[in-house]
């Protein structure tokens, strides 16, 4: 493969990625181009960065060998990028910090999000507590309601939720109305964008933030176990942990990666959010990507049981991914996931995320199937706290 | 030329602004769309802008945004809007008519596809909010090809630069957005308002209209002895959810007459 240097100068990822808003953002977004632009290369910017991920986050996160499950499995030998140990308990934290050094030395005191699970919005109130920032958090109606315990962690962070009544009151929702507050407050106001979507820079910053879980990757792999392993798994909604993970693996011709959707019901009962799987490229939320959309360009609503993953579009670089056979993706049932947060439970004492599930889910599909040289690498992108009632509610328990 | 450029000319000839109002094709009802175009024409609108409903309007207010959500439970989709303005063709050969939207819907058309039958059914001007003018390059040379204007949007953060290239560009008419924001806001400082239509001028070679936040008839009256063209949206779309179905035409017609009324004044 040739040099990956993507995204090219107007934000394209081959046919994907670009700045689709209106005119009243194009100021906000080249301000926020020229001094990304600027900070990325900035050394005092990535001490400092290197510093807090280290301090407050508690980088860089383990890789755990989980002998249980592929004992349990006999095939392949799966790993954990333990991503769930970090400071809020996500991947999240890894772009937030980020965003918020740049939304400071931006001398913007006021930060908004979406978020969908609450793992972003909790990561976003997180950072603003600890730089003393402003904090607007949009979340859907339905949300709000999945994920209570997030709402009220936000809450304790000195957060604002404001839940989105409008469309299907879930993540698209709230990125619309995200999206309308910052052109409204754009003087003061920067937006902390949660995944590797929306106009250009925000899909490359969000990759280039979580992109530390990768390169730890990188390094420890060869510690542990004196090679790279064959296979990279990562549950993709919008696709940050995913991005963050493949995107050190790109050169890195020998390491399938292999993007996990949301198969909700499964893809035949149109109730899921796999947009690679089952969606046709269009524009929305600032970007071209594949969508999940009708006939007439209609974007469809979404379902699954997480909500992190509940998304009817995915972040450009996996379409270009996509496209180009470097990743491939495939799709995992909401009933499939639940069995792998329950094995993942039972068999090594760890909880993950019901996002997160969705690759342990796949792992365990693929695993039988390898032999026991192969490697399995799961990024674990958050724990499951968060899913209890969730879960309980679908065992028929209410906590 | 165009019926844009003429309506303009015949507008300017009698010291008069055009009034523009925009409502969303589907609300309340696909059938009360060219019956509420006519009531427009007659309670003296001079251009009419429609709104291709979107399941996801990020540019919108709440009031558009409803719209929207009516239209799309009426099931409407853009070869819907398209019909309507064949059909409104039928009886009014003269007012323009341009469609407001977002891209997804009319990439789903295909570009050149959308182009050809805007151009059949009589479309006038095309204005994509999700397209700034480098991503939208590709639907202009398509609407350059069949003689359909873009319309471009400038806003009160654009730079002086992005005006300029704007302004270059733009055809039809510039449509000023009057305050940060989407649409339907209410915090239009008219004074702020002036200055930046002056300096847009001062690189237009199209008429500049402005829209956002405009409410009322003095509002509309102030803008028009600064602009070429006022924009009349969230207004005249509550106007709409507030009424019976039948209804719609009537009072869509005694709301542009005020406006009319109040900016005619202004001259």
Same mark, same amino acid.
């Given at each position: 493969m040739n040099v990956y240097d993507l995204p090219d100068q107007e934000g394209y990822f081959g046919p994907y990625g670009g700045t689709f808003v209106s005119e009243t953002l194009m100021a906000a977004i080249?301000?926020?181009?020229?001094?990304?632009?600027?900070y990325r290369q900035d050394p005092e910017f990535l001490a400092e960065l290197a510093h807090e991920l280290h301090h407050y986050v508690g980088r860089p996160s383990p890789i755990y060998h989980a002998k249980r499950l592929s004992e349990h499995l006999g095939g392949a030998r799966i790993y954990l990028k333990r991503e769930d140990l970090n400071h809020t308990g996500a991947h999240k934290v890894n772009n937030t910090i980020g965003q918020a050094m740049l939304a400071r030395r931006m001398g913007k005191p006021r930060v908004i999000a979406e978020t969908g699970a609450g793992q972003h919005g909790v990561a976003t109130a997180t950072v603003a507590a600890r730089y003393g920032m402003e904090c607007v958090v949009y979340m859907g109606a339905e949300d709000v309601r999945r994920q209570a315990q997030n709402v009220y962690r936000m809450k304790l962070l000195g957060a604002q939720v404001v839940p989105v009544e409008s469309g299907s009151k879930t993540l698209k929702d709230a990125l619309n109305e995200a999206m309308r507050d910052w052109v409204t407050h754009i003087d003061d106001t920067f937006y902390i964008i949660g995944t590797v979507a929306g106009p250009h820079p925000y899909p490359t910053m969000v990759r280039d933030f979580n992109a530390v879980v990768g390169r730890e990757c990188l390094t420890q792999m060869p510690e542990l176990v004196g090679r790279q392993p064959d296979v990279i798994l990562a549950c993709v909604g919008g696709g940050s942990n995913a991005m963050g993970i493949f995107y050190p693996y790109i050169p890195q011709e020998s390491v399938r990666l292999i993007g996990?959707?949301?198969?909700g019901d499964g893809l035949s009962s149109g109730r899921h959010a796999a947009s690679l799987s089952a969606g046709v490229p269009g524009v929305l939320h600032g970007n071209r990507t594949y969508l999940l959309q009708d006939a007439h360009g209609q974007i469809i609503e979404t379902h699954s049981i997480s909500a992190g993953l509940d998304y009817p579009g995915v972040g450009p670089e996996h379409a270009w991914l996509k496209d180009t056979g470097r990743a491939s993706y495939v799709a995992i049932t909401d009933e499939e996931a639940l069995q792998a947060f329950h094995t993942l439970c039972r068999l090594e004492g760890i909880l993950p995320a019901l996002e997160s599930s969705h690759a342990v889910a796949q792992a365990m599909k693929m695993a039988p199937a390898l032999g026991k040289d192969q490697i399995i690498l799961v990024n674990l992108s958050g724990r499951g706290d968060k899913d209890m009632a969730t879960v309980a509610e679908r065992s028929g328990l209410h906590l | 030329m165009s019926r844009i450029a003429s309506t303009f000319a015949r507008l300017s000839g009698s010291n008069r602004k055009a009034l523009i109002p925009f409502f969303t094709v589907g609300d309340p009802l696909l059938e009360s769309a060219v019956p509420t175009m006519q009531a427009l024409v007659s309670g003296g609108a001079d251009i009419l802008e429609l709104g291709i409903p979107f399941s996801d309007p990020m540019a919108d207010g709440p009031t558009i945004q409803r719209a929207s959500e009516r239209a799309l439970q009426n099931g409407v989709t853009l070869t819907d809007v398209l019909a309507v303005v064949a059909e409104f063709r039928q009886t009014d050969d003269v007012t323009p008519v341009v469609l407001m939207g977002y891209a997804n819907p009319i990439e789903r058309l295909g570009?050149? &596809?959308?182009a050809a039958q805007a151009r059949a059914a009589g479309v006038d001007g095309v204005l994509v909010v999700d397209y700034p003018p480098l991503e939208g390059r590709f639907l202009k040379a398509a609407l350059t090809q069949v003689g359909i204007d873009t319309?471009?949007?400038?806003?009160?953060?654009?730079? %002086?630069q992005r005006m300029s290239e704007i302004a270059q560009l733009a055809t039809g008419y510039l449509y000023y957005v009057s305050l940060r924001g989407v649409t339907g806001a209410g915090h239009l400082e008219v004074d702020a308002v002036a200055t930046q239509v002056g300096r847009i001028r001062s690189y237009a070679k199209v008429p500049v209209g402005v829209g956002f936040g405009i409410r009322d008839g003095a509002t509309a009256r102030r803008l028009s002895e600064i602009a070429d063209a006022v924009v009349v949206g969230?207004?005249?779309?509550?106007?709409? %959810? &507030?009424? &019976?179905?039948t209804e719609v035409p009537r009072r869509a017609e005694a709301l542009m007459r005020q406006f009319r009324h109040a900016m005619d004044g202004a001259q």
């Open positions: 080249e301000e926020l181009k020229a001094q990304y632009e600027h996990v959707e949301a198969g | 570009l050149d &596809a959308f319309i471009l949007l400038v806003s009160p953060t654009t730079t %002086e969230s207004r005249l779309v509550e106007e709409i %959810e &507030a009424s &019976a179905p």
